[in-house]
């Protein structure tokens, strides 16, 4: 569950605009986005199905939104610890392929995400690319796994499916990363339908891979650095939008040193409450998944505030989160307060520590990231 979901217009936003950020004056809120999008004539994630794979690492063109997400920590040899995020969006334009023998003609569109967090330096560096899904400007395929806008991809490094190869760069900021499978993928919700709200269709499939072994190298300022850490990729394909009373979400991805990881997201109602539809789940070091359910088995507190220094706009920041039946009581802080994206649409995501005490009430340290949406951005009048 991401900003992810607000790909659709803002791709064809860009597209209208341009595809340099400076011609993106217009920015779109979650509730704006989502409230008004357009789902006739697009597959929708209405029941469980099965996962194959390879197959459902690529492309799902029939869904309106789909994308490949991948964050984590690193840390050099040196000792200096980084976040990094980089999304890739696909988002179709419409229903059924364009009547154009055209090779610039498609009904698809891609955006990308791209930050990376300096924590020693305290420095947050965030970038933004569009293009048409044609012409091989941007695309996905599944058989060798190649998810590509320009030169930013998520590929397989070898041919094969894992390991990933992660790749971006912008104004002196860069990955490169290879990342490992590491535990089996967790598929989210119910066997990988994620249910976001009581309409029918309105759900997700879902999947995760939430620990996943990386190494490669980070470029901060010039300077190109040897790291270490632990990845975490999300994948979810999707024609659904937020339920009335919906306007936003916080969302966690939390790895602990004591092998265990978790998933949690909470959809925001309009008066600040959970809805009933959030979602949390635990993996175990093995890999097996325990979901659980908002209010009865987990709980979810903000500690502290950051306000943006774009307009003032007040974002949670730092958390608790507690699971009383198996002794987990964790404390989230962000890594640097300042982590937002000010890009074609405002939100919060970036690196964090956990401390506290995890299962069996054991002290326990870890890792992981937060993304929040609905705070900020909201649409200016035209």
Known sequence: MHARTLAPALVALALACGSERDTLETRLSVLETLARADTAGYARASEPRPFVFPADHGSHPSFRTEWWYVTGNLTSDA???????????RSALAPEMPDSPSDWSTRQAYMAHFTVTDVEAGDFYAHERFARG?????????????????????????????????????????????????????????????????????????????????????????????VTGLAWLDREWSTSALSADQVGWDWFALQLEDGWDMMAYRLRRADGTADEWSEAVIVDPEGTPTRLAFGDDISLESTGTWSSPVDGAVYPSGWRIAIPARGWDLAIEPRIPDQELDLSFRYWEGAVSVGGRGEGGSPVSGRGYVELTGYAGEAPER
């Open 79 to 89: 000792g200096n610890d980084f976040g990094f995020q980089l999304t890739i969006f």
């Open 134 to 226: 044609a012409a091989g400007l941007a695309g996905a395929t599944a058989e060798p796994l190649n998810v590509w806008l320009g030169d930013w991809s998520i590929a397989g490094a070898t041919g094969a499916t894992f390991p990933l190869r992660s790749r971006a760069a912008a104004d002196g900021t860069a990955i490169d990363l290879v990342l490992e499978a590491g535990k089996p993928p967790v598929l989210q919700g119910e066997l990988g339908l994620s249910q976001k709200g009581p309409e029918p269709g309105n759900a997700s499939y879902y999947y995760s891979f939430t620990r996943m072994p990386a190494r490669g190298t980070v470029v901060v300022a010039g300077d190109t650095i040897a």
